[in-house]
């Protein structure tokens, strides 16, 4: 059963960087996305690497937020830079396995404010 967890959030002032980065266990993901859901706002995607490389991302982050994995550690990162306040929300991680089993993480707040 594939599980994900999610760590690297927190409170940065705009302008500033942090580094998201997604554990899978129980499976290699052949796909992992980056969502966020801001307070009264939907859950949308960010950013997405499946294992061929093929990367996504949202108009709004585009040049500011790169998606990467480590396939031998199972691991996924979002490097996010120039941060603004509108970037503020919760971070959610999903993994889709090799084989289809899918989940999402808890979730890690990430704050921009200064």
């Known amino acids: 059963q594939v599980q994900v967890v999610e760590s690297g959030g927190g409170l940065v002032q705009p302008g500033g960087s942090l580094r998201l980065s997604c554990a899978a266990s129980g499976s290699n993901f052949g796909f992992m996305g980056w969502y966020r859901q801001a307070p009264g706002k939907q859950r949308e995607l960010v950013a997405s690497?499946?294992?061929?490389?093929?990367?996504f991302y949202a108009d709004s982050v585009k040049s500011r937020f790169t998606i990467s994995k480590d396939i031998a550690k199972n691991m996924g990162y979002l490097q996010m830079n120039t941060l603004k306040p509108e970037d503020t929300a919760v971070y959610y991680c999903?993994?889709?396995?090799?084989?289809?089993?899918?989940?999402w993480g808890q979730g890690t707040q990430v704050t921009v404010s200064s």
């Open positions: 999903y993994a889709i396995s090799t084989w289809g089993e899918s989940a």
């Open positions: 690497i499946t294992i061929n490389d093929d990367t």
